[in-house]
């Protein structure tokens, strides 16, 4: 069992940065991918990025160069670095730590861009 928690959103202003964290309960935190998802009001659920246990990452074509995916597994937790935050980055932003069937995910963390 995993249990995982985001925290770092907040308020910022456009073009300002953010970092959120995913805290993860137990000592197998390094066997598992982890994702970055975000849901924002009206629409499903999207990866924003990805980092598998070797480290391999991947982006939606609308992060990339903006937003960096890092973990450091000896203390069990997963980074999004988030700049140039736009408008529409506005989102509650979830951590997914998966391994084949074995899926867990965290509460959200409300990230809001406004002037």
């Known amino acids: 069992q995993v249990e995982v928690v985001e925290s770092g959103g907040g308020l910022v202003q456009p073009g300002g940065t953010l970092r959120l964290s995913c805290a993860a309960s137990?000592?197998?935190?390094?066997?598992?991918?982890i994702g970055w998802y975000r849901q924002a009001p009206g629409k499903q659920r999207e990866l924003v990025a990805v980092i598998t246990r070797s480290g391999m990452t991947n982006y939606v074509d609308s992060v990339k160069g903006r937003f960096t995916i890092s973990r450091d597994n000896a203390k069990y937790t997963a980074y999004l670095q988030m700049n140039s935050l736009k408008a529409e980055d506005t989102a509650v932003y979830y951590c997914?730590?998966?391994?084949?069937?074995?899926?867990?995910w965290g509460q959200g963390t409300q990230v809001t861009v406004s002037s």
């Open positions: 997914n730590a998966k391994r084949y069937d074995d899926e867990y």
């Open positions: 137990g000592t197998m935190f390094s066997i598992y991918n």
